[in-house]
């Protein structure tokens, strides 16, 4: 999505800021023993509703998503868009049932503060969700590729292909996708 979100979005961490934040975060993740939880977030029906609606009225969404994630977003939490309608949330702190009860909230917020846009589907919101797994042989980008997966999964595998936080296992043949030893996982 070309120019949508660089100066809209400023507010929000890009790429590479949520990268070095996120080695900071399993850094000390490991050594506290504490749980690190991230959340992935992809609009459902964004591409439809830019082409329906056009550009102007897309940024204002994705100013509205954003805003309403970072308004829902538990206490030491952190939020970074990584372009076009993808966004993700970083929950220091966190085991994967309470970023499950966060996620369930934010899919539950934009279902209902999306549902009367015009377009040819309602905007709602996929979200995967991960937590570090006990000790410390797991990494920074292994934990955003499992909750990037499970995302990716629950959006175009499982039905429907809209509206929903998946945590739970992956097929097998999902793990070469991505840097996850599958041992160290719990619940692949």
């Given at each position: 999505m070309p120019n949508l979100i660089a100066d809209q979005l400023n507010g929000l961490m890009d790429r590479q800021a949520l990268q070095?934040?996120?080695?900071?975060?399993?850094?000390?993740a490991r050594s506290s023993g504490q749980s690190l939880a991230v959340l992935t977030l992809d609009l459902d029906h964004f591409k439809a509703y830019?082409?329906?609606?056009?550009?102007?009225?897309?940024?204002?969404?994705?100013?509205?998503?954003?805003?309403?994630?970072?308004?829902r977003m538990p206490a030491g939490a952190s939020l970074a868009h990584l372009g076009g309608d993808e966004f993700v949330m970083l929950l220091p702190a966190t085991d994967l049932a309470a970023a499950v009860a966060t996620a369930e909230t934010l899919r539950a917020a934009v279902e209902a503060?999306?549902?009367?846009?015009?377009?040819?589907?309602?905007?709602?919101?996929?979200?995967?969700?991960a937590a570090s797994p006990s000790g410390s042989?797991?990494?920074?980008?292994?934990?955003?590729?499992?909750?990037?997966?499970?995302?990716?999964?629950?959006?175009?595998?499982?039905?429907p292909h809209h509206n929903r936080v998946w945590s739970g296992t992956l097929p097998s043949d999902w793990y070469?996708?991505?840097?996850v030893q599958a041992e160290v996982w719990p619940s692949l």
């Open positions: 070095a934040l996120m080695e900071q975060a399993a850094t000390a830019l082409e329906d609606q056009g550009q102007s009225q897309a940024q204002t969404v994705l100013q509205s998503a954003a805003k309403l994630f970072a308004d503060e999306f549902a009367s846009l015009g377009g040819p589907t309602p905007l709602t919101v996929t979200l995967g969700a042989d797991w990494t920074a980008r292994s934990l955003l590729a499992l909750a990037d997966a499970r995302m990716t999964f629950g959006k175009k595998r499982l039905l070469p996708r991505f840097d």
